[in-house]
């Protein structure tokens, strides 16, 4: 599998401050996928992956807030009572609050900036665990998922997207070529690898829901908006020589679906 280059349950801050998400890459990626959005779908995939779910009069952690925009939905169309989100880069922190300010949320969703680690919350802390596609940073998930299971309070419920890969994907050349382009860190589970983690953690009602047909579509739809429509904006904002490098990259994140490899998937899990 996919493997990441830090032990560290919530990932880790690069070498010499270097940033995974700086500001300039967060500003293509919220022209791509929406206002207050890093990662594929936006506010649709995030209630996609709460269909169902029923947020009122609950506290809710988020994983990997980014920039506020999963939070801002919970809080704001789901109303969730609370919103905590946490990350590890202070650039995403400043946004975020921005943003839930901007949204008129300030009041119900906080950001709070974190060391790599244990989560810093008491035992049983919150009725909902949340993460939309950070997860994927994570080296450790066993210690994730028993941290997670920790800050739940008793019948409390993790639900989540990561991205998760195929038990033949390093062997596949569309797999490996995406891994190869992009500049960010993965550490991906197959669907097996990922549900045995959670049950060794003591998570039941495991449900892992595959997302690749879905997902290998909206990629190639992605393409056609990165070329067309936005093109011009992307350009404004980073330039001739970073638009085809993104390019490239979501070309190659289109051949890792198409191929099989890459299967983004929707977990739900409950604490006894």
Not at 32 to 39: C, D, M, Q, R
Not at 99 to 122: I, S, T, W
Not at 147 to 166: I, M, N, Q, T, Y
Not at 195 to 223: C, H, K, P, V
Request: aromatic share 8%; hydrophobic share 40%.
């Amino acid at each position: 599998m996919v493997r990441g280059n830090e032990n560290s349950m919530l990932g880790q801050r690069a070498m010499d401050e270097e940033l995974s998400y700086p500001d300039e890459f967060a500003d293509r990626l919220e022209l791509i996928w929406g206002a207050g959005f890093l990662s594929p779908g936006g506010a649709d995939e995030v209630r996609q992956i709460l269909r169902g779910i029923d947020l009122r009069a609950k506290t809710v952690l988020e994983i990997g807030c980014g920039i506020g925009g999963p939070a801002i939905v919970m809080a704001g169309e789901h109303h969730a009572d609370k919103v905590v989100g946490i990350d590890i880069e202070p650039q995403l922190i400043d946004r975020a609050g921005r943003n839930a300010e901007a949204a008129g949320l300030q009041d119900r969703v906080e950001f709070q900036l974190v060391e790599p680690g244990d989560l810093p919350f008491e035992d049983s802390s919150y009725d909902v665990v949340f993460s939309k596609d950070a997860i994927v940073h994570i080296e450790d998930k066993l210690a994730l998922y028993r941290e997670v299971l920790r800050v739940l309070k008793p019948g409390g419920r993790f639900v989540a997207g990561d991205w998760l890969a195929s038990p033949d994907a390093d062997e596949l050349p569309e797999f490996r070529r995406y891994r190869d382009l992009s500049h960010l860190t993965f550490a991906m589970q197959t669907a097996e690898q990922a549900g045995a983690a959670m049950r060794e953690a003591g998570f039941t009602d495991i449900s892992l829901d595959d997302r690749n047909a879905w997902y290998a579509d909206f990629a190639l739809n992605q393409i056609e908006r990165i070329e067309g429509p936005l093109r011009d904006r992307l350009l404004e904002v980073c330039g001739a020589e970073d638009y085809e490098r993104m390019l490239k990259v979501s070309y190659a994140n289109a051949g890792a679906a198409a191929c099989g490899g890459l299967r983004p998937t929707h977990i739900r899990a409950l604490k006894p």
